[in-house]
């Protein structure tokens, strides 16, 4: 069927920055504009998580020295030298130079700082680390440790907040994950740990959807959920959440529905499954998963005003960058519910993503990730959404 001049005409005047439709056909989401939150060409930078936090945004990432700067081929996401740092903005756009310290892991590196505001405004930030030992060293451990490329890992750890970020407590260590053969390099079993949201519940519990090592040597990952009722000074195991004899389960965030099920956002790295979604309808006790359906890692969700979620994630295929969906309030439609792209500019290679979305007002969200520009410097990066009522 020929179409019509009056229809080529209309499609002319739809504005670029459309995201999406929704049921209704009105635009599902539009991009107001894109924000640079932290660029410096000494450091480099991955891994943000945001909050907002009374009149402020906080955006947490980690920050280690640019080694090509000093001579090396290649910047690595391991380095004794990498600490969780945070800017601050009161609009979203403009945001703090010099960021603050939150932590420097005194026995190595740190990743993946990952916020939570609790109702009463406490700040937890959950991370992890490694260390570096030579492979003398390594091979003198008696217990089994999880190394890769002479890195150790440290296992996780949970640093605290009440004054806004301003100083921190901490390091608190959660337990290791039950059953795990895991231990850190001075024989300690190694603490729970995983990237992505925690969540607070309605009864004021804290979720945490952390991964663990199966076996060993290496060969497969599960995520488990830790709960904790002091806001994070003491954690507790509730559940396997996902877990297969083949399939790779690890970078989760974990969300509460309006009727109470804790579903999990699950990064896979297998062809079959992709992005993964467990749920659990009995507060946590016990989870069935599936796969989504489309690809995309790792994963973070946020309510909207209106009770549907935004859920965001990486894309690392071509074009690579960030997108997102936005599904209706218990997360049952993300097979169907239609693929926002929010960037598809990543420069030279593949490399982009763990984003992380909060929420500003009525209708607009802020979304935080890194991304590399075409002359290879990455930097943290954000996008604000203006997001169309149902």
Known sequence: MRLSLQFLLVLACIPLEILGLNSTGQAAARKIKDVVVYEDSMYYVAFPSVVKSGDEYLVAFRRAPNRVMLGESHPRHTDLNSYLVMVRSVDGENWSREPELIY??????????????LDDGTLLCTSYGWTHLPAEAIAKLE???YSEGGWVSLGGYIVR??????????????????????????GNPMPAYNRGALCQSKSGRIFWVVAAMDDYPLTKTSNHLLYSDDKGSTWHYSAIVATHEKFIFNEASVYETPKGDIVAFIRTENPETRACIARSTDGGKTFTWQPMGFYGHPLAAVRLPDNRVFLTYGYREKPCGVRARILNEECTDFATAEEIILRDDNGPGTDVGYSWPVVMDDNRVLVVYYIT???GLRHIGGTIVEIAPK
Do not use: R
């Open 104 to 117: 420097a892991h005194p026995m190595g590196g740190s990743q993946d700082p990952c916020l939570l505001k």
């Open 143 to 145: 217990q089994p440790v």
């Open 161 to 186: 907040s009440v004054d806004n970020g301003k100083t921190w407590e901490g390091p608190i260590y959660p337990p290791a994950v039950e059953g795990a053969v895991y231990k850190d390099p001075i």
């Open 373 to 375: 520009k075409e002359d």
